[in-house]
């Protein structure tokens, strides 16, 4: 099993440093077309709009994964490592409730997306664009839920 995640993970990486490649390159590329000869690429805006909020998605998916998203913890240094259990235990818990929530509602956006029928750029429907934030948002909850389950066995089992 954890050769399976630790290949999703570099699937992971990959996909998030080809994305970020692929935003730096189109973009040079549209300032050079602009700059250089008066022309551009249409479609490139749209494309690179759409390739940050997946760019964006991925990277918290990749920071979910070990527990590494913005957090403001100066509270924490002064509790006592029981105690401190106990909040993280319900910062994850929190946490995996909001991302549900978050994967219930992008999901339901994409659907009524997918029903509208826009197109964002070429013959690429609006919704497949946005389908990477109900993914991300799965995976992320998937990720914290898991983060709550090991916590909460730590908390109840005894100390060797």
């Given at each position: 099993m954890s050769r399976v995640i630790s290949i999703l993970h570099k699937i992971e990486d990959a996909l998030l440093v080809s994305l970020l490649l692929l935003i730096i390159g189109l973009v040079v590329f549209q300032i050079v077309l602009r700059n250089g000869f008066d022309t551009g690429i249409v479609w490139a805006d749209p494309?690179?709009?759409?390739?940050?909020?997946?760019?964006?998605?991925?990277?918290?998916?990749?920071?979910?994964?070990?527990?590494?998203?913005?957090?403001?913890?100066?509270?924490?240094?002064?509790?006592?490592?029981?105690?401190?259990?106990?909040?993280?235990?319900?910062?994850?818990l929190f946490t995996t409730i909001i991302c549900a929530l978050m994967t219930q509602h992008s999901a339901r956006f994409v659907l009524m997306e997918k029903a509208?029928?826009?197109l964002a750029f070429?013959?690429?429907?609006?919704?497949l664009c946005e389908l990477v934030?109900?993914?991300?948002?799965?995976?992320?909850?998937i990720r914290y839920a898991l983060f709550f389950l090991g916590n909460l066995i730590?908390?109840?089992?005894?100390?060797?």
């Open positions: 494309l690179v709009r759409v390739l940050v909020l997946w760019l964006g998605l991925i990277g918290a998916m990749v920071a979910s994964r070990t527990d590494n998203h913005i957090s403001i913890d100066i509270v924490s240094k002064y509790l006592t490592t029981g105690f401190k259990r106990f909040t993280d235990l319900f910062i994850y509208d029928g826009m070429f013959s690429v429907p609006v919704w934030i109900p993914v991300a948002f799965g995976i992320i909850t730590k908390i109840f089992t005894p100390d060797p």
